[in-house]
């Protein structure tokens, strides 16, 4: 009953609730993406900021960091849960964020996945950059302890923010630049 009330936070026309299952629905059906993405990631004790491109899809993706300058060019893919770096002599630190093993590394495919399928913990209207934006809290139901928080354009659907928790601290924030996706029912690009 909780969860129904999360839900419908929205006032007139379609709720949240509605609108995120069209969210979830249109990344269920997600063929292809590209984003361009300022990365933070908070270790605690000292905080990395990356600039990248991604481009994939549900199963596998590329993540191609291009500033700062001294380790641009480093890219990381990921397929089926596997992750490799490549980059020439310099290396990227890509270690856990968590005592669960989450890293910077996981960032994108987690997202994508929390898009297509998390379980709703809250959604609403939102404000981002003074745009109206679709907020959600999304649980990836597979790591205890930790939350993926969203920003989606209400029209495109296209993702503006996502920032991932671990135990109520932000680890990963990806502030998209530019983010675009194909589903596979259509042939134009969001």
Do not use: H
């Amino acid at each position: 009953m909780a969860g129904a009330l999360l839900l419908t936070g929205c006032s007139g026309g379609e709720s949240a609730g509605d609108r995120l299952q069209a969210v979830q629905a249109a990344y269920g059906r997600l063929k292809q993406f590209s984003a361009q993405a300022e990365v933070t990631a908070d270790y605690g004790e000292r905080v990395y900021g990356y600039n990248v491109a991604i481009e994939g899809n549900l199963d596998a993706g590329a993540m191609t960091v291009t500033e700062p300058e001294n380790i641009a060019g480093t890219v990381l893919t990921w397929t089926d849960g596997e992750t490799e770096l490549e980059y020439d002599g310099a290396e990227l630190d890509t270690g856990a964020l968590s005592g669960s093993g989450l890293s910077p590394a996981d960032a994108m495919p987690a997202v994508l996945k929390a898009c297509k399928s998390g379980a709703a913990v809250d959604c609403c209207s939102d404000t981002l950059d003074e745009q109206e934006v679709l907020y959600a809290t999304l649980d990836p139901g597979n790591q205890d302890g930790c939350q993926i928080f969203c920003w989606f354009q209400p029209e495109s659907y296209a993702l503006s923010r996502a920032e991932i928790a671990q135990d109520g601290q932000v680890v990963i924030t990806l502030s998209f630049t530019e983010f675009s996706f194909q589903t596979t029912e259509e042939t134009e690009t969001k």
